[in-house]
């Protein structure tokens, strides 16, 4: 069966398995989904199924949207394509029922996820924090150079006088959507949903998380 939630980024902790290994691990918090779309490929051109979460004041959401999830005020849509898993000469969906909720239970203990976010913007940064370039050496008359970039291709040479496309340069960093695959569901808490899974995500505290089974 197709899997799909979306939840916020909680703590970190360590979790300790029967075997007694130790696995860092992230806290993500998801209320019950709401399936507020289900398209075809007859309608839309293409299968997939959409929910919302994470809901909020009805003031906050505009009329279409209200109409759209039947007066429920639900902050984030995503959607989810089937698996290209052919059945009969057609892709096979197993898509829940539409209006019918998501919780952490459709999630079992071993599940591998992959796991998408937006990672923390850091600003403008320099060639060694966002590239990991080493720097100019410490000796021998370099007094203001450690962290420089260096070349950048001067004129002529391959890039005719022009800086070369793709040049890792200083720039902005972070604040990209991040897919991380393969991570372990650890525990399934469906009391106070929350999924607890192996490893870093993407992100701040708080920012929403795409889990997908």
């Known amino acids: 069966m197709t899997k799909l939630i979306l939840g916020t980024k909680g703590k970190m902790l360590t979790v300790f398995t029967d075997d007694g290994r130790a696995f860092a691990a992230t806290v993500v918090n998801a209320a019950p989904n709401m399936v507020t779309q289900i398209k075809t ?64 239970s459709t999630f079992t203990v071993g599940d591998k996820v992959t796991v998408s976010a937006v990672s923390k913007g850091k600003g403008f940064q320099g060639v060694v924090k966002r590239h990991g370039f080493h720097g100019g050496p410490r000796s021998h008359g370099q007094k203001h150079s450690e962290r420089s970039p260096g070349s950048i291709g001067g004129s002529g040479g391959r890039a005719g006088g022009r800086v070369a496309k793709g040049m890792r340069m200083a720039g902005r960093m972070g604040q990209d959507r991040v897919t991380v695959r ?18 870093a995500i993407p992100g701040r505290r708080g920012t929403l998380v795409e889990i997908r089974g």
């Open 182 to 199: 393969n991570l372990a569901v650890l525990q399934v808490l469906p009391e106070t949903n929350e999924l607890v899974i192996a490893g």
């Open 41 to 104: 490929k007859e309608k839309e051109g293409y299968a997939a199924m959409q929910v919302g979460a994470l809901e909020t004041k009805p003031v906050r959401i505009n009329k279409a949207q209200l109409g759209h999830t039947k007066g429920k005020a639900l902050r984030f849509f995503r959607e989810l394509r089937p698996r290209a898993a052919m059945v009969g000469g057609e892709v096979a969906t197993n898509f829940p029922e539409l209006g019918s909720t998501i919780d952490v």
